[in-house]
């Protein structure tokens, strides 16, 4: 049987951004589903609305209720999906966090947007890497397809605070963090120190890390390294 796995990619991207990885993973025989989600379609004129709920949902209708699947989140995609796991830990069996981890309760990936404004435009290039955000690997073409095909990520998105039921459940969810922009090492000294809020929940989860050295976006910069990594971890875990 097929492995299931959903693609959940991060701010101002849409199901387009997996297009390498996830035509890479259907070779290999898995079935995949690669997700536009609430608030980043620029043809829906209600997409500002969206929020961390609506996002969660799409995650969890996009696996059939008799079925289970992987599912596999980057970069900001990371608080939905959690999200997704809370609600429904019964429709993933296993849980992949690419240069991302699962978010605490409360959680809000950039609060300050809360008042400027409805959306958050894709900032220019420095200013993206100033925050954090390694360009590594990218090639122009990569870069100039982003620019034209980000969207605005809703401020409700990105300013929303991530609220999470008291249920342990998806804390059993089998958890794999690929690190990209942070070595495997660092993640660990993040997570046990309990002061890189990002990580916090990491204390609580019993995942493994694995090391692809690039820069934020691997589906772009390592395409086939990352959907090797994807394809053996899911198959590895799949039921």
């Known amino acids: 049987m097929a492995t299931r796995i959903v693609l959940v990619p991060g701010f101002w991207l849409g199901a387009w951004a997996w297009d390498e990885v996830a035509a890479d993973l259907r070779e290999r025989g898995n079935e995949v589903r690669a997700l536009t989600l609430p608030g980043l379609d620029p043809a829906d004129p209600e997409r500002l609305s969206a929020t961390l709920e609506t996002q969660a949902q799409a995650i969890i209708d996009a696996v059939p209720a008799d079925e289970t699947a992987v599912l596999v989140a980057h970069s900001g995609g990371a608080a939905p999906a959690y999200l997704a796991t809370d609600r429904a830990p019964d429709r993933f069996h296993r849980a992949i966090y690419v240069d991302s981890a699962p978010l605490p309760a409360g959680f809000a990936i950039n609060p300050a947007l809360a008042d400027l404004g409805p959306e958050w435009l894709l900032p220019d290039w420095p200013q993206l890497e100033e925050t954090g955000n390694s360009l590594e690997g990218v090639d122009e073409a990569a870069l100039n397809r982003f620019r034209e095909r980000a969207v605005g990520e809703p401020t409700t998105i990105a300013a929303g605070p991530l609220e999470l039921s008291d249920s342990p459940a998806r804390l059993s969810i ?13 993640a660990k000294k993040f997570r046990d ?36 990594l994807i394809h053996t971890v899911a198959n590895r875990t799949a039921q």
Do not use: Q
């Open 174 to 186: 089998p958890t794999t963090i690929i690190c990209n922009s942070i070595t495997a090492e660092l």
């Open 193 to 228: 120190s309990g002061e890189v809020p990002d990580f916090t929940e990491l204390t609580r989860i019993d995942a493994d890390y694995i090391d692809l050295p690039t820069g934020h976006w691997p589906m772009w910069s390592k395409p086939k390294e990352l959907a090797d």
